[in-house]
């Protein structure tokens, strides 16, 4: 089945520096890829996705990469803030409909003011 | 639109004891998924309902989680009897049905389970 890893467990950063977190994937199968945020007591909500026919996207100041020869995909937050501070998921999905997520453990980010 | 909604919030027990977990997902959702989620790990899918039917339960303890979706709305996950092991927080999640366009999976807060 289907493992994904990510790193690294934990970031800091400055205010206003960038952060990059990586992913790497097992199955080649996989077309989907959501990176998810949670805040503390909270469930994970979604941040940005991207799927197999694109190599990169960008929302304001999030963008993720995918390099699917390498299998991974990389998520980069720029000027970050106090309230980017979370932890990040990155996601797999091998189903053709996008569901069936395989998560990886995480990434506690601490953006530091 | 109203989000996932989940309860109890928290919920301590002692092992071999039995615990119901309750969610009611966004209105129009046809898919909703239940995770495990242990402290510092990634959420574990335990089982996806499509309506009122199982989709996937592949990585569910069946021996003693159990699952229901009546009437293809809410949905109760229990667990009997519990062990030490099962503490952790559990997502309720939902989306728009397979085939949708629509990917993207919405969760609840999620109830933190303590099991001593």
């Known amino acids: 089945g289907e493992n994904v890893e990510q790193h690294p467990s934990t970031l800091s950063v400055q205010e206003g520096d960038s952060a990059v977190i990586k992913c790497t994937y097992s199955?080649?199968?996989?077309?989907?890829f959501p990176w998810y945020k949670q805040e503390l007591g909270k469930g994970p909500q979604l941040i940005i996705d991207?799927?197999?026919?694109?190599g990169e996207k960008k929302d304001q100041r999030i963008a993720v990469t995918l390099n699917k020869t390498a299998k991974h995909f990389s998520l980069h937050i720029t000027e970050t803030q106090p309230e980017d501070s979370a932890v990040y998921f990155c996601a797999a999905s091998p189903d053709n409909y996008g569901q069936n997520f395989v998560f990886g453990p995480g990434t506690r980010l601490s953006v530091l003011p | 639109e109203a989000g996932v909604a989940q309860s109890p919030r928290y919920k301590i027990i002692e092992k071999r004891q039995s615990v119901a977990f309750w969610c009611n997902p966004i209105?129009?959702?046809?898919?909703l998924y239940w995770y495990q989620q242990i402290l510092g790990q990634g959420p574990k899918l335990l089982i996806q309902?499509?309506?009122?039917?199982?989709?996937?339960d592949s990585q569910l303890p069946k021996d003693r989680f159990s699952a229901e979706r009546l009437k293809g709305v809410d949905s109760t996950l229990k667990i009997q009897p519990a062990k030490l092991e099962d503490s952790a927080v559990y997502l309720c999640?939902?989306?728009?049905?397979?085939?949708?366009?629509?990917?993207?999976?919405?969760f609840g807060p999620g109830t933190r389970l303590t099991v001593t």
């Open positions: 999640a939902s989306s728009l049905t397979s085939g949708s366009g629509s990917y993207e999976q919405y």
């Open positions: 199955d080649s199968a996989s077309n989907y």
């Open positions: 309902f499509q309506n009122n039917g199982v989709v996937d």
């Open positions: 209105s129009g959702h046809a898919t």
């Open positions: 991207i799927r197999s026919n694109v």
